[in-house]
Structures are given as C-alpha cells and as structure tokens.
C-alpha cells in the first residue's frame, strides 16, 4: 500500500491451499491478485480496481473484473 497527497495505491496477493480428501488425492490451489487505487478532491473520490483469480472456489478456470466508481459528498 502506499498513498501520496491525494492518490493511494495498493497492491494484494494471496494463495490458498485446500487438501485433498485421501492421502491419494492431491491438493488444490487458488491464487487471487488485486491492484486497487483511488483519488480524492475534496469532497470527490475516484476509486477502481483490477481483480484476477485463478481456479476459483478450488476449481479449473480463471475470474477477472475491474471496477471503477465515483462518489460525491454533500
């Protein structure tokens, strides 16, 4: 993480092992990765982000979204 004035910036990274069922079977591995920023201006923020899992819920496959929003204090 790291913020500067009226920017911030961080970055997370996270792995998950889930056993097998038998002493046989082998385990599974999910791997998530995400940047998030954001920018205020008084009362104004501009916020996103950009999210990548690989095998998720411990199954084949890949998920990916980005989001950005805006917001308004009054």
């Given at each position: 993480?790291?913020?500067?004035?009226?920017?911030a910036?961080?970055?997370?990274?996270?792995?998950?092992?889930?056993k097998?069922?038998?002493?046989?079977?082998?385990?599974?591995?999910?791997?998530?990765e995400?940047?998030n920023?954001?920018?205020?201006?008084?009362?104004?923020?501009?916020?996103?982000?950009?999210?990548?899992?690989?095998?998720?819920?411990?199954?084949?496959?890949?998920?990916?979204?980005?989001?950005?929003?805006?917001?308004?204090a009054?």
């Amino acid at each position: 993480s790291f913020s500067q004035g009226d920017w911030a910036i961080s970055w997370v990274e996270n792995e998950e092992t889930k056993k097998g069922n038998s002493d046989t079977a082998a385990g599974k591995t999910t791997t998530m990765e995400a940047l998030n920023f954001s920018y205020t201006m008084g009362a104004m923020a501009i916020k996103g982000g950009l999210f990548e899992t690989s095998n998720p819920e411990f199954t084949t496959g890949k998920f990916e979204a980005t989001e950005i929003a805006v917001s308004f204090a009054f």
